[in-house]
């Protein structure tokens, strides 16, 4: 494992999760399991989150397409795995704002050794003895036990937190804080209707992409199953339907259908309103994403992030019709202001760092040995490329004028640089004739991203020719 950590803990390309991938799907299931407990400990304790919600989030792909396609046992070692499985779809990692039809991750080991104390002592120690004992390869069997422990489990919990039985906060104060309290609430409710999921979960398409008409009443129809249709459940049912689309904000379409209205008003009035506030919780949730991304200086993600804001945020205004003054429409204003704020202050910084590179400073001041970070010129070179990514979403994200602004001074004076140090070539002293041609490669690379591949293969020509003009007039004098 330590032989792949550099590569999570730096700048993560797509090959470099491709291979992290790969090397997690090679361990045993064992190592698999082991390393899964781990990560999730240190999510825990606070420590290295990036690297553990990356592994883990790899981690869960692999078990969870394994169970699909082999039709193994799931993770057999653990019996709290089991109990907790059909939780899986709602967990969020420690740090993650929560919302309606989602759980704390954290909260899940506190309630298990609740259920071990006081909660279902012997109920949990008998299955553990029948679970030692069954073989590797029986799903089945397997299987069966994870419903009667989900059965015994949401029972302890019901008596926990329902009607009747007096003062419990003292019992409840056993369980663990407020935040896992709320979370028990939550995890009895869904333990409770795991047969209801399960159904849902056979219902729906495996893939929303264009959520129309067709689409709204087959999900609408799979969702019609009274045990989902509680305020408490309604959330956890639309969570997994979120899950399953390409474009998540859409799960607005069915609030609007079920109101039979865009009138935000009449929407909220239904049970579907919480589809809307799902979906504005979830676009903030990207926007916090794309603003640590912008700070931290990766740009991997940030073309994929401002197109699902785009598009959600530009979904939510046509297809609602949202008061300005109204809870909806704050929320939605503040992430446009958020979303505004944070790529208008990258896109102004971009010129300057530009211009640090490529300003043609006298030759008496360019010191001996002087040369251009080529770190710096890639982290400019994306940092061009996130301009210019924004003009495709300038307008909806109220960054159009800075964007447009930005990018034009950028192709103007990048032009006229790359020309004019392309020109400086020819006279360069030999002292820094080397520092003047890594600017004009620097050049090269930003006319790549501004002007296209063309023009930059002709400024590379420009530049040989001036360089082999200058070497013909050294030889000749």
Same mark, same amino acid.
């Given at each position: ?16 999760? @491709? ?33 553990? +919600? ?25 019996? !709290? ?66 419903? $009667? ?32 309290? @709320?979370?028990?609430? !939550? ?10 999921? =399960? ?6 398409? /495996? ?39 390409? =474009? ?8 609007? $259908?079920?109101?039979? &209205? ?24 990207? *926007? ?15 073309? #994929?992030?401002?197109? +699902? ?19 909806? #429409? ?9 979303? !505004?704020?944070?790529?208008? !202050? @990258? ?7 530009? /211009? /640090? ?66 020109? &400086? ?36 020509? *420009? ?15």
């Amino acid at each position: 494992m330590s032989a792949i950590l550099p590569c999570i803990t730096g700048r993560m390309s797509q090959t470099s999760i @491709e291979r992290l991938r790969e090397y997690l799907a090679q361990l045993p299931p064992q190592s698999q399991a082991l390393l899964m407990r781990e990560f999730e400990r240190a999510l825990e304790r606070g420590q290295d989150t990036a690297v553990a +919600t990356l592994v883990l989030e790899q981690l869960r792909k692999i078990v969870r397409k394994s169970e699909a396609n082999e039709a193994l046992p799931p993770r057999t070692d653990d019996l !709290s795995r089991l109990l907790f499985q059909v939780l899986e779809p709602f967990l969020v990692e420690a740090g993650t704002p929560l919302r309606a039809g989602q759980i704390r991750r954290s909260s899940l080991q506190p309630i298990w050794q609740w259920l071990g104390r006081d909660g279902a002592p012997d109920k949990l120690n008998e299955f553990e003895a029948v679970l030692s004992r069954m073989p590797a390869d029986s799903a089945g069997q397997v299987e069966a036990l994870a419903q $009667k422990l989900q059965a015994v489990a949401a029972a302890a919990i019901f008596q926990l937190t329902g009607p009747g039985g007096g003062d419990k906060s003292r019992a409840l104060a056993r369980v663990g804080p407020p935040n896992v309290i @709320e979370d028990l609430y !939550s995890i009895g409710a869904v333990l409770q209707v795991r047969d209801a999921i =399960a159904t849902l979960n056979e219902k729906l398409p /495996r893939t929303l992409r264009a959520f129309g008409d067709s689409q709204i009443a087959s999900v609408t129809s799979a969702l019609n199953i009274p045990a989902l249709q509680t305020p408490q459940m309604l959330p956890f049912a639309l969570s997994i339907v979120v899950q399953r689309m390409t =474009a998540p904000w859409q799960i607005i379409r069915l609030a609007v $259908k079920i109101a039979a &209205s865009d009138d935000e008003i009449r929407v909220a009035a239904t049970p579907y309103g919480i589809a809307v506030t799902i979906a504005l919780h979830d676009l903030s949730c990207v *926007a916090a994403i794309l603003r640590m991304d912008i700070k931290r200086g990766r740009f991997d993600n940030v073309a #994929g992030n401002l197109k +699902t804001l785009h598009d959600g945020v530009r979904g939510l205004r046509t297809e609602l019709d949202l008061r300005n003054d109204s809870a909806w #429409g704050k929320q939605l204003t503040s992430i446009r202001a958020d979303i !505004s704020n944070a790529l208008q !202050s @990258e896109i102004d910084s971009v010129p300057g760092r530009v /211009r /640090r590179i490529l300003r043609q400073r006298p030759e008496k001041d360019i010191p001996p040995g002087a040369r251009i970070d080529s770190t710096e010129v890639e982290e400019t070179v994306a940092l061009i490329d996130f301009v210019a990514t924004c003009r495709n979403y300038a307008s909806e994200l109220a960054i159009n004028e800075v964007t447009l602004r930005t990018y034009s001074d950028l192709q103007q004076y990048v032009e006229r640089s790359t020309e004019q140090l392309v020109q &400086s070539l020819r006279a360069a002293d030999h002292k820094v004739r080397t520092y003047r041609q890594q600017q004009v490669q620097a050049a090269i690379r930003f006319c790549q991203v501004l002007f296209g591949d063309d023009y930059a293969s002709l400024m590379s020509r *420009a530049a040989e020719n001036a360089l082999t003009g200058e070497r013909k007039s050294s030889r000749a004098g």
